[in-house]
């Protein structure tokens, strides 16, 4: 399966913009990147997922290079409720479902 | 909707005890999930269904028994519960026209002794 690696940590100032980088420089023409955040205490929350091309929703924004080697989840002012782990996970139609979460970026931010 | 609970919240286990984790969901998903989560570490697959009475097996399944009679619930079994099985135990559900958007449970925090 192919993998991604992300910073353990990153740190940000309230209200200033957020940009979480992941490789995934084996991943196949068929994998999805899916973005996840976990806040302290809970279960994992779906936050943004693309193939090939940027996405936007309400919570953050996808960009995906044009070799899709890598991606950077946006998010646009970091609040403090945005503080939590990131995870960046490579999903394709065959895996039925099945998330593999790495270690993720631990996100802080500051008042 | 209440989304997906999980109970207890909190659980203590001598060793070699059984138990089972509870997990329910009301968004009529054909798709549910467990996952372990220990200390510092990401979330690792347990077991999954793709409906009611089919189940297979994830990335840790040894130790743990699932089985799915209805679309609501997927209840985890711990036969004989082991230190190692210390962990938290998430559940997760998702439409399987749709399993791109998970939703997980607040989780059950397992500590066998």
């Known amino acids: 399966d192919a993998k991604t690696t992300q910073p353990n940590s990153m740190e940000s100032n309230e209200e200033e913009p957020v940009h979480l980088p992941c490789n995934h420089s084996?991943?196949?023409?068929?994998?999805?990147i899916h973005w996840y955040r976990q806040l302290p205490s809970q279960g994992p929350e779906y936050v943004i997922h693309g193939l090939t091309s940027n996405v936007n929703n309400r919570m953050a924004s996808l960009a995906i290079a044009e070799d899709r080697k890598s991606s950077t989840l946006i998010l646009h002012r970091a609040t403090l409720r945005d503080a939590a782990v990131y995870y960046c996970?490579?999903?394709?139609?065959?895996?039925?479902?099945?998330?593999?979460f790495g270690a993720g970026t631990q996100v802080v931010v500051t008042p | 909707n209440a989304g997906v609970t999980q109970t207890p919240k909190f659980q203590v286990l001598k060793t070699g005890q059984s138990m089972t984790l509870q997990c329910a969901q009301d968004m009529n998903h054909e798709y549910m999930s467990w996952y372990r989560q220990d200390p510092g570490m990401g979330l690792r697959l347990i077991h999954y269904?793709?409906?009611?009475?089919?189940?297979d097996q994830g990335e840790v399944p040894n130790g743990y028994n699932v089985s799915r009679s209805t679309t609501e619930d997927f209840p985890l079994r711990l036969l004989s519960a082991a230190p190692s099985q210390t962990s938290v135990y998430f559940c997760a559900s998702s439409s399987l026209r749709s399993t791109d958007t998970q939703y997980f449970g607040p989780g059950t925090r397992l500590t066998v002794l």
């Open positions: 269904s793709v409906g009611a009475g089919i189940t």
């Open positions: 084996t991943i196949s023409g068929t994998d999805y």
């Open positions: 996970i490579l999903m394709n139609g065959g895996s039925w479902g099945k998330l593999q």
